[in-house]
Protein backbone atom coordinates (compact mmCIF):
# COMPACT_ATOMS: atom_id res chain seq x y z
CA UNK A 1 0.00 0.00 0.00
CA UNK A 2 0.92 3.67 -0.49
CA UNK A 3 1.71 6.63 1.64
CA UNK A 4 -1.24 8.49 -0.32
CA UNK A 5 -4.29 8.77 1.50
CA UNK A 6 -7.46 6.15 0.54
CA UNK A 7 -10.24 7.66 -1.07
CA UNK A 8 -14.05 7.07 -0.64
CA UNK A 9 -16.55 6.76 -2.90
CA UNK A 10 -17.33 10.91 -2.65
CA UNK A 11 -13.97 11.45 -3.04
CA UNK A 12 -13.25 9.00 -6.17
CA UNK A 13 -15.80 10.89 -7.48
CA UNK A 14 -14.55 14.45 -7.28
CA UNK A 15 -11.51 13.15 -8.25
CA UNK A 16 -12.16 11.39 -11.65
CA UNK A 17 -14.17 14.98 -12.12
CA UNK A 18 -10.78 17.10 -11.21
CA UNK A 19 -8.13 15.37 -12.64
CA UNK A 20 -10.02 13.17 -15.88
CA UNK A 21 -12.86 16.34 -16.55
CA UNK A 22 -15.62 13.88 -16.69
CA UNK A 23 -18.69 13.83 -14.84
CA UNK A 24 -19.17 10.39 -12.42
CA UNK A 25 -21.58 10.38 -9.86
CA UNK A 26 -20.39 8.35 -6.63
CA UNK A 27 -24.10 6.36 -7.31
CA UNK A 28 -22.65 5.16 -10.60
CA UNK A 29 -19.20 3.87 -8.53
CA UNK A 30 -21.35 2.29 -6.25
CA UNK A 31 -23.63 0.69 -9.05
CA UNK A 32 -20.59 -0.70 -10.94
CA UNK A 33 -18.96 -1.66 -8.16
CA UNK A 34 -21.66 -4.14 -7.16
CA UNK A 35 -21.82 -5.00 -11.31
CA UNK A 36 -18.28 -6.11 -10.99
CA UNK A 37 -16.98 -3.18 -13.40
CA UNK A 38 -16.12 -0.18 -10.73
CA UNK A 39 -13.25 0.30 -9.09
CA UNK A 40 -11.05 -2.57 -6.57
CA UNK A 41 -11.19 -1.23 -2.81
CA UNK A 42 -7.59 -1.05 -0.88
CA UNK A 43 -9.91 -1.13 2.35
CA UNK A 44 -12.37 -0.99 4.53
CA UNK A 45 -13.30 1.54 7.00
CA UNK A 46 -16.67 0.38 9.11
CA UNK A 47 -19.04 0.49 6.51
CA UNK A 48 -17.06 2.82 3.86
CA UNK A 49 -14.80 0.97 1.53
CA UNK A 50 -12.01 2.90 0.42
CA UNK A 51 -9.49 3.39 -2.91
CA UNK A 52 -6.37 4.05 -3.96
CA UNK A 53 -6.09 7.30 -6.09
CA UNK A 54 -4.29 4.97 -9.06
CA UNK A 55 -7.50 2.71 -8.73
CA UNK A 56 -9.77 5.76 -8.88
CA UNK A 57 -8.34 7.04 -11.70
CA UNK A 58 -8.09 4.11 -13.78
CA UNK A 59 -11.58 3.38 -13.44
CA UNK A 60 -12.42 6.79 -13.96
CA UNK A 61 -10.15 6.09 -17.67
CA UNK A 62 -12.24 3.02 -18.23
CA UNK A 63 -16.05 5.27 -18.69
CA UNK A 64 -14.27 7.85 -20.95
CA UNK A 65 -14.51 6.46 -24.70
CA UNK A 66 -11.75 7.19 -26.37
CA UNK A 67 -12.72 8.33 -30.44
CA UNK A 68 -10.29 7.89 -33.41
CA UNK A 69 -10.09 10.53 -36.11
CA UNK A 70 -12.40 9.30 -38.71
CA UNK A 71 -15.14 8.59 -36.47
CA UNK A 72 -18.69 10.26 -37.04
CA UNK A 73 -19.19 12.22 -34.10
CA UNK A 74 -23.31 12.99 -35.67
CA UNK A 75 -24.05 9.12 -36.19
CA UNK A 76 -26.19 9.38 -32.88
CA UNK A 77 -27.64 12.52 -32.30
CA UNK A 78 -31.27 11.78 -34.06
CA UNK A 79 -33.92 12.63 -31.54
CA UNK A 80 -36.10 9.13 -30.75
CA UNK A 81 -38.63 11.28 -28.29
CA UNK A 82 -40.90 13.89 -29.97
CA UNK A 83 -40.71 17.44 -28.24
CA UNK A 84 -42.69 17.16 -25.23
CA UNK A 85 -46.23 18.15 -26.45
CA UNK A 86 -45.72 17.25 -30.20
CA UNK A 87 -48.07 13.83 -30.51
CA UNK A 88 -46.10 11.40 -32.51
CA UNK A 89 -47.14 9.67 -35.65
CA UNK A 90 -47.76 6.26 -36.55
CA UNK A 91 -46.79 5.37 -40.12
CA UNK A 92 -48.30 1.89 -40.98
CA UNK A 93 -46.36 -0.47 -43.35
CA UNK A 94 -47.86 -1.80 -46.68
Sequence with gaps: MTDEPLL???KVAELIQQK?????PPSRI????????GPKPAAKYGRRLL???????NYG???IEQLD????LGANTERTVA???VARAVVAET
Design 8 to 10: TTD
Design 20 to 24: LGAPC
Design 30 to 37: TQDRHLGR
Design 51 to 57: YTPEEAL
Design 61 to 63: RTL
Design 69 to 72: ATAD
Design 83 to 85: PKG
